[in-house]
Nanobody
């Protein structure tokens, strides 16, 4: 059974940092694109960041560029999202997702096959 399990969410003050982790199991994800999405209350789920299978290539939403860093450890089947300089508008449920490698990074959630249950991140002002 394929599972993605996020952890590391919590409450943090604006300007602070959090590190989210996603542990994958049930199959080998080393060739998959791994991504993070988020969904704030009353809003649609939005793309945050993605990383290629090898970890050599990454892409970010403009809203988090320069503040968030995505990384992966294929030996451990994990992907992480280091979040710094957090803002109240970063408050959302954060989801880990995996999908097949494509010529370009996909930002549409429909392009990803497996999803975690999400972890809440709350940034207070």
């Amino acid at each position: 059974q394929v599972q993605l399990a996020e952890s590391g969410g919590g409450l943090v003050q604006a300007g602070g940092s959090l590190r989210l982790s996603c542990a994958a199991s049930g199959r080998t994800f080393s060739k998959d694109v791994m991504a993070w999405f988020r969904q704030a209350p009353g809003k649609e789920r939005e793309f945050v960041a993605a990383i290629s299978g090898s970890g050599a290539t990454t892409t970010y939403a403009d809203s988090v560029q320069g503040r968030f860093t995505i990384s992966r450890d294929n030996a451990k089947n994990t992907v992480a999202l280091q979040m710094s300089s957090l803002k109240p508008e970063d408050t959302a449920v954060y989801y880990c997702a995996s999908g097949p490698l494509r010529p370009i990074f996909e930002v549409r959630d429909q392009a990803y096959d497996y999803w975690g249950q999400g972890t809440q991140v709350t940034v207070s002002s």
